[in-house]
């Protein structure tokens, strides 16, 4: 019994340096890296996967050390996991939008800047309501 | 070996978030502090998640689920705001 409770605390300490490597991984990347495109990859791999990875360790902990069964982490892991892209894509977004008014500035590292869209497109990020559309408030 | 294990998680996440307030405080942009908040939230989460392991109570998950969910809503509320000037159109 001894050891199999040494086993599962091996075994979710490991888990949890893991995720705390990852965290800090992440923590770096968005301090260290030099364009906000670049920066935006810490946080939501690294950070997100180190969350993900201690959640694993918590469930593992009070399954197998305490002998209680919880879905928290199930439940928190999953809205994490769904949630970070889209937030994610919602600051590109943004910073998009402020380097089209050139209200930002972009670094000169060739990995940061914005690549450009064939046939003259521009990023979609932003558009005002016009005609036709279900936001046109003008007509009113 | 666990109580190494979780002071070696809650130091990371420590050194993180001091990581992300400078980021919020030097940030050029107003995207990076909004990225810097959210990643704030996210270490956040993990410590919460650490101390439900320390201290053994399942009641810190609950917490924790709040406040993956405000941080989520909070995060596209900066970001709608700063794209369409409004929240709730």
């Keep these: 019994m001894s050891a199999d ?20 991984v992440g923590s770096w990347g968005l301090v260290r890296l030099p364009s906000l495109m670049e920066r935006l990859h810490g946080p939501t ?30 439940l928190i892991s999953v809205f994490l996991f769904v949630t970070a892209p889209i937030s994610a894509n919602m600051i590109a977004k ?13 670094s ?20 005002a309501p016009h005609e036709g559309t279900p936001g046109d408030f003008a007509g009113d | 070996m666990i109580a190494y294990a979780l002071t070696f998680g809650f130091a ?37 998640v650490l101390a439900g392991i320390a201290t053994g109570s399942g009641t810190a998950f609950e917490a924790a689920l709040l406040l993956a969910m405000v941080g ?4 596209v509320a900066y970001a709608k705001f700063l794209l369409r000037g409004d929240i709730i159109e």
Excluded at chain 1, 5 to 24: M, P
Excluded at chain 1, 55 to 73: K, P, R
Excluded at chain 2, 16 to 32: E, Q, S
Excluded at chain 2, 72 to 75: A, H, K, L, P
């Design chain 1, 45 to 74: 791999k690294a950070s997100t996967l180190g969350l993900g990875a201690m959640l694993v360790g918590s469930f593992l902990w009070f399954q197998l050390v305490e002998g209680v069964w919880t879905t928290h982490e199930l």
């Design chain 2, 72 to 75: 989520f809503v909070g995060t």
């Design chain 1, 94 to 106: 943004v910073h998009l939008h402020r380097l089209r008014h050139g209200e930002a500035s972009e």
């Design chain 2, 12 to 48: 990371a996440l420590g050194f993180g978030l001091a990581m992300n307030l400078w980021r919020l405080f030097k940030g050029p942009g107003v995207a990076d502090r909004i990225l810097a908040l959210d990643t704030m939230v996210i270490n956040v989460i993990g410590i919460i």
């Design chain 1, 108 to 127: 000169g590292s060739s990995a940061g800047r914005v690549p450009s869209l064939p046939g003259g497109n521009d990023w979609a990020t932003h558009q």
């Design chain 1, 5 to 24: 409770v040494s086993l599962a605390e091996w075994l979710v300490s490991a888990v949890i340096v893991l995720g705390g490597g990852f965290a800090l």
